[in-house]
């Protein structure tokens, strides 16, 4: 079963992809922030980490650049979720698997993440249509 | 004292007058207002325009409502630069820190975004939460002075955004440099705006509510006229020398002309002539001493095609450049932006005559009636101050003394000169004559003057022994 940390400052997205990501078999841990989700990251070693930008302590970008200069957690795809610094984004292509302007659809996002837990073979099981 | 203090410009029209030349650096302020009356709108719009001055913007939203959302509504307005959210100015949610730990864990990661972000503007949207969210107004009372402590030291300016109704006496009024009310209420059947500096500490705001609107560029404040313009921009120096009001027996009897930079009531019944009399005033406009034309009643080609009954040629006058023309239909008008209007047309275009047709475009769009003599005082003077001869039409059921005292008695006595107009009866024929009331610091001639436009071949005279469709009633 595949491993997702949701990181986003806004609650109402973080409860909202909890219940959601659950629902389709995911193991989804959340953190509101950059700093505390490297710290989960290094302890729950997700297949995949989808998070925001603007965050407090620690944006997106710097989370994404952290996870690439730690050798044992640069593997992991980073998506990108923004509504306003998608094209910024877009720029430092190498540090994300895949940049979402909010709001997207939803289902748009389980394709994306079905495709990235696919590639290291940890897709959910159930794997019905969106 | 108040020369050291350092003002942010907000360019958002006519918010800065109103607190007494802008926002203070390094001060903290509560806007408040209920939901949907504009402070999202005009915190975002004087955040984004400190961006490009070069501020960083740290914007903490502790509502339940998604930035997306926030992002998506204002989109549609001109100030809105996407590219600037995320560097200039950032947005974060702290709706679940102060949910589940509190104001003093608020107080913590607002310290350190702070330093972190190099803020120097703070926006807190959602303060009502920040006070339900504890049982002690002591708590909202350190947390306010604990953040505008810091963000002072810092010389961060503060914007604390609230829906709350804040009494005079709550532990944030008493703490906070200036408290902004925005007001959207229901007065008859319209919705207005208006906007009020309930505190200012330090330095002198425009007393009193001032109208403001939402337009797609944001939001427009409109100081009230007469707060602005409680005295004239400018001496008035009273000259006296004569404009000509284009009516050859009237000037004659007048000693040559209206004076000029004097304000002349044109007062009459519908269909006395007062429109005639504006356009044939503004017939002897020049593209070097142009006129304006500010109406509530015919647009403009209707205008020309009045005018064009009595042999005044608007459309040449336009196009000579010695005429502009303004209209605005009386509907829902902002009885301040048409003060602004007509005086920010009459100083780009160096207006030297100027018809204003009629008054009751002003009188209708003042919610509040009380105003309207302190309004048109404010007006006249500040016309009269820039160097403006203007004639205003004021309709009156009948030009008889008790008609013209139904209008407000202060209202005549604001004008320098009052021409009366009525239909009268000569030979047969009915015609638009013009009694002079008064013409300042003049003797006139008390006699009635027909209303004779030169050229004009109709000339506002009607020939009563020409058939009519209502055949000789009219006779009875």
Redesign the interface.
């Given at each position: 079963m595949a491993t997702i940390v949701v990181v986003d400052d806004e609650s109402l997205i973080t409860d909202f992809l909890s219940f959601f990501l659950k629902a389709e078999g995911y193991i989804v841990h959340v953190a509101r922030d950059g700093r505390s989700a490297l710290e989960l990251i290094r302890e729950v070693r997700p297949d995949v980490v989808v998070t925001d930008f603007m965050m407090p302590a620690m944006s997106g970008f710097e989370l994404a650049q952290a996870l690439r200069a730690t050798p044992q957690l640069a593997h992991i795809p980073v998506v990108l979720a923004s509504a306003a610094q998608g094209a910024t984004a877009k720029l430092r292509a190498e540090l994300f698997a895949a940049v979402l302007d909010k709001p997207y659809a939803p289902a748009r996002l389980l394709a994306l993440l079905r495709e990235l837990t696919q590639a290291s073979g940890t897709a959910p099981d159930d794997t019905h249509e969106p | 004292m108040n020369q050291t203090l350092t003002r942010l410009t907000s360019h958002v029209p006519g918010l800065d007058t109103i607190l007494g030349g802008g926002l203070i650096a390094g001060s903290s302020y509560i806007i408040q207002g209920r939901p949907g009356a504009g402070k999202t709108i005009l915190a975002n719009q004087i955040a984004f325009e400190q961006a490009r001055q070069g501020a960083k913007i740290l914007y903490i939203t502790l509502l339940?409502?998604?930035?997306?959302r926030l992002?998506?509504s204002l989109s549609t307005l001109d100030f809105y630069e996407?590219?600037r959210?995320?560097?200039d100015i950032?947005?974060?949610?702290?709706?679940?820190?102060l949910?589940l730990e509190g104001l003093s864990a608020l107080v913590d990661?607002l310290r350190?975004?702070l330093a972190?972000q190099g803020t120097s503007m703070l926006i807190l949207d959602g303060l009502l939460n920040a006070r339900e969210s504890t049982h002690s107004t002591l708590d909202v009372k350190n947390f306010v002075a604990e953040l505008q402590g810091h963000a002072a030291f810092s010389g961060c300016t503060v914007l604390f955004l609230t829906s709350a109704r804040i009494d005079d006496s709550s532990p944030e009024h008493t703490m906070v440099d200036g408290v902004l009310q925005l007001d959207e209420e229901l007065l008859g059947s319209r919705t207005v705006r208006r906007m009020r500096v309930a505190k200012s500490r330090g330095s002198a705001s425009l007393g009193g509510l001032h109208h403001y609107a939402i337009h797609d560029g944001g939001i427009v404040v409109y100081p009230r006229l007469e707060a602005l313009f409680a005295r004239p921009s400018k001496a008035d120096h009273a000259p006296d020398n004569r404009v000509l009001s284009g009516v050859h027996d009237l000037d004659a009897r007048i000693g040559g002309g209206l004076p000029a930079s004097s304000a002349t009531a044109v007062v009459g019944p519908g269909g006395s002539g007062k429109t005639s009399f504006g356009l044939n005033f503004l017939r002897l406009a020049t593209p070097e001493k142009p006129a304006l034309h500010f109406g509530f009643y015919e647009t403009p080609a209707r205008l020309a095609s009045k005018a064009r009954a009595l042999d005044v040629d608007l459309d040449a006058l336009v196009a000579s450049g010695a005429l502009s023309l303004i209209w605005n239909p009386l509907t829902e008008n902002i009885v301040d932006a048409l003060a602004y209007q007509l005086l920010d047309a009459v100083q780009a275009r160096r207006v030297d005559r100027l018809v204003i047709d009629g008054l009751a475009g002003f009188a209708r769009a003042t919610v509040d009636e009380h105003r309207l003599i302190e309004f048109l005082a404010a007006l006249t003077n500040q016309l009269r101050a820039i160097d403006v001869t203007t004639v205003c039409t004021w309709e009156t059921r009948e030009l008889s003394a008790p008609a013209l005292n139904a209008a407000p008695p202060e209202a005549l006595s604001l004008f320098d000169n009052v021409i009366g107009m009525q239909l009268d009866e000569a030979d047969g024929m009915i015609y638009q004559g013009m009694k002079v009331i008064k013409v300042r610091d003049s003797a006139f001639t008390p006699a009635v003057t027909k209303l004779i436009i030169p050229n004009s071949t109709a000339g506002g005279v009607v020939d009563l022994s020409l058939p009519t469709a209502s055949g000789d009633a009219n006779r009875s």
């Open positions: - | 339940a409502e998604s930035h997306d992002f998506q996407a590219e959210v995320g560097k950032t947005y974060l949610s702290l709706f679940r820190t949910r990661v350190a975004e972190r």
